[in-house]
């Protein structure tokens, strides 16, 4: 793919390329398709893009994989393409600051006699007055030590490639993966039994909008991770990596490590303060 000059020099310029054209018509198909379905129009529309976004998504980073493969990511180009992930997990920390911005409004605020509706809402109280919460110390706690051991889990696969063991390499992966799938279900399994989910009776738009936008968002971000890592061990699997060669693999492990401290702050903010300590209504 690269072109041959690319090879004697720390630096490689891309071949021109179709897939950022593609992806961007396809994000846009898919947004369009998203807001017609939404207003009971069909839903082809969102499933063609959303296909035509998964089908560039394959198509350019197996590019970008040959590329590397072929020599064109010398330690500089791996160190820009750190950069730029760090960049990104940079960007998704803002992404999160804002749903901590908006639960923090709301519930420290519950009380505030110049937003009439918002105390409407609330009752003047945080949580909303009538609504039933989780127990943050039963399936919250169980979810936050399975995730915290998928944080030791996917340390060890990366250790174990640096070591050469491609054996714990592989089985640090299926045990990360195996417990993103069972946050992912215990997750959901709570979800179904929110009771304040789909009754504003039971405590009101706010309360579930800013509880379900940040816990939500962030189990949309595990099963990308659970993914991103499932390709990295698909990659173990063929013979990929090495341990001087897997910035692949560096940045699945720097995201779900992102995912685990991120869900820190959810568990202590939303689930324990926002269901107990922030019960006290806030002059």
């Known amino acids: ?13 891309v071949s021109p390329s179709w897939w950022p054209i593609v992806g961007a018509v396809s994000a846009f198909v898919t947004a369009v398709g998203a807001v017609n379905w939404m207003h009971g129009s069909t839903p ?10 998964l089908y560039t998504m394959f198509m350019w980073w197996r590019d970008v994989i040959k590329e590397a493969n072929a020599g064109d990511h010398t330690p500089v180009v791996s160190l820009h393409l750190r950069y730029g992930m760090l960049l990104f997990i940079a960007s998704e920390v803002m992404f999160f600051v804002a749903w901590f911005w908006a639960f923090f409004d709301a519930s420290l605020f519950a009380n505030e006699t110049k937003l009439a ?12 007055k009538g609504t039933i919460v989780f127990d943050a110390f039963h399936l919250p706690l ?19 490639l640096l070591g050469g063991d491609r054996k714990g390499l592989v089985w640090g992966l299926v045990l990360t993966i195996i417990l993103g799938l069972l946050f992912t279900s215990v997750q959901a399994y709570e979800y179904a039994h929110a009771m304040f ?27 990308i991770g659970t993914i991103f890592l499932i390709v990295c061990l698909i990659r173990a699997l063929n013979g990929a990596f090495t341990p001087k060669q897997h910035f692949g693999f560096e940045a699945a ?3 779900w490590h992102f995912v685990d401290v991120v869900w820190l702050f959810l568990f202590v903010c939303i689930y324990v303060w926002g269901n107990h300590g922030g019960t006290f209504p806030v002059e």
């Open 197 to 223: 989910a789909f009754n504003s009776a039971n405590g009101g738009n706010i309360y579930g909008s800013t509880f379900f936008m940040a816990t939500g968002f962030h189990g949309f971000h595990v099963i």
């Open 1 to 13: 793919m690269a072109d041959a000059h690319a090879k004697h020099h720390d630096y490689h310029l």
């Open 117 to 128: 509706a918002r105390v409407l809402a609330t009752g003047g109280m945080w949580p909303p």
């Open 142 to 160: 169980l979810n936050t030590m399975i995730l915290l051991t998928s944080g030791t889990t996917v340390t060890w696969a990366h250790h174990a």
């Open 44 to 53: 082809w529309p969102l499933i063609i893009g959303f296909a035509m976004v």
């Open 253 to 255: 492990a720097w995201y």
